[in-house]
């Protein structure tokens, strides 16, 4: 694994979610080195349809409470049931960061840390 750039990571950060909003971290908190981004500018930072940072990770709760609501799908306690437990085996984030990017930023030897539950930090392993 080649660990890529500052620079090349929000380059391809930006070609996923065009309109995500990314900071070099000494022009936010003084620290070099990092990128800063943040999980409160709703739709910009939306990947494959749901937030791509979510601190609460509420889109998985919405999951679960979408199976309650379209019982007519889930006619069944079991099949209810079922569809629960397929939630929790395919989880959509890893420490509120979408799976899909969290695998990303590992491959090119980075990861997020929150700050606080709308900051998260992007750093170098």
Not at 4 to 24: F, N
Not at 29 to 47: H, L, P
Not at 63 to 72: G, I, L, N, T, Y
Request: aromatic fraction near 12%; glycine fraction near 8%; hydrophobic fraction near 30%.
């Amino acid at each position: 694994m080649k660990t890529q750039t500052r620079s090349q990571i929000m380059s391809g950060l930006t070609k996923k979610m065009p309109k995500v909003w990314l900071k070099k971290s000494e022009d936010w908190s003084g620290i070099k080195g990092n990128i800063i981004t943040t999980s409160e500018n709703g739709e910009d930072n939306y990947y494959n349809g749901i937030p791509a940072f979510d601190y609460y990770e509420e889109a998985s709760h919405l999951a679960h409470e979408a199976v309650e609501e379209f019982s007519e799908v889930y006619k069944t306690e079991e099949e209810r049931k079922q569809a629960h437990k397929a939630i929790e085996s395919t989880p959509t984030y890893e420490g509120g960061i979408h799976n899909e990017l969290v695998a990303w930023l590992k491959e090119r030897g980075w990861y997020g840390e929150w700050e606080d539950a709308g900051t998260l930090c992007l750093t170098k392993l």
